[in-house]
């Protein structure tokens, strides 16, 4: 079942979920969404940030619309009762999976709590809110899932080894829907996003690293969160019909060099002291299991 598009652009009078909708990518995702028409559910933590973005697609006077559910996406109970209600209130034509959270610790280091709280963000949630709404679209037997992954599925960074392997999981969660769900009519696909300038990157940018990393980049800059928005939406419409499985990375061709590079030197790297660190610390905790001294 192919849908139409309409004048307003080509999600005219679509329903349209998007997690994570209340910054960076997943801001963007819903105002280009609205912009061309989408009939948007916003799912956040933050209702004043949700309201802030939705205000501003009304100030903007987009042909769509906004409608805003403070969910957190690691209750996957209430999530799915999001969509549900969603579902409820039109056929739901797409799910864009973005939500998600990173943090800052060597794999020696990381807490039972921080890797549940990566895990049940960045993929978890994509699966609870995959398995909704895919249920609803197979019903009718159309829909497009579009999952916000990242070039760190691919390869290993540190200290971010809980974000790599969420990530990572993400990217093989998008192919087994894509090839569990085609034949009913819904497609599945991810965006592997390199470097962007969202509040989540902007406190890691120091000059010196910025420099450098970009030395990484073919483009030699970073993406904007529009730009990947823009392939977001791309893969949700009619015009990527026969895409399906694909795992796109919008990276300005950082992957297709080595990761690393003579530009990144050692003044440019996220925590130097961070090797040194973790040793003491694996010290400290052999000789507490021993009682060496």
């Known amino acids: ?73 690691r209750k996957r109970g209430e999530l ?8 409820a209130a039109g056929a739901i034509d797409v799910l864009v999976n973005n939500a998600g959270v990173v943090h800052q610790q060597g794999i020696l280091e990381v807490s039972d709590s921080d890797w549940d709280d990566t895990i049940e963000t960045n993929l978890s949630s994509a699966f609870a809110a995959s398995q909704e709404a895919a249920r609803h679209m197979v019903a009718r037997g159309a829909g497009s899932i579009v999952n916000v992954a990242s070039i760190d599925a691919f390869v290993a ?48 940018l120091t000059p010196a690293f910025e420099r450098a990393y970009r030395t990484l980049i073919p483009l030699q800059r970073f993406s904007t969160p529009t730009e ?33 590079g003579p530009g990144l030197g050692p003044e440019a790297q996220p925590e130097p002291e961070h090797e040194a660190t973790a040793r003491a610390r694996c010290r400290r905790g052999l000789t507490d299991a021993t009682g060496d001294t």
């Open 228 to 260: 990947q928005a823009d392939v977001i939406l791309f893969l949700a419409s009619d015009e990527a019909s026969f895409v399906n499985g694909a795992v796109i990375e919008v990276d300005g061709g950082q992957r297709a060099g080595f990761w690393y």
């Open 80 to 87: 799915r009762s999001a969509i549900a209600n969603a579902a």
């Open 157 to 204: 960074e540190s200290p971010f080894g809980a974000y790599c392997a969420s990530k990572a999981g993400l990217v093989m969660l998008t192919r087994c829907l894509a090839f569990e769900l085609g034949h009913l009519g819904v497609r599945c696909n991810a965006v592997c996003p390199g470097m962007t300038v969202t509040e989540m990157t902007e406190a890691d």
């Open 1 to 73: 079942m192919r849908l139409t598009s309409g004048p307003f652009g080509r999600f005219e009078g679509r329903r349209v979920i998007v997690t994570g909708a209340s910054s960076g990518i997943g801001r963007a995702t819903a105002l280009g969404f609205v912009r061309e028409g989408a009939i948007v559910t916003a799912i956040a933590r933050r209702e004043d940030r949700l309201q802030a973005m939705a205000d501003e697609a009304l100030a903007g006077g987009a042909p769509g619309r906004v409608e805003v559910a403070a969910v957190d996406v």
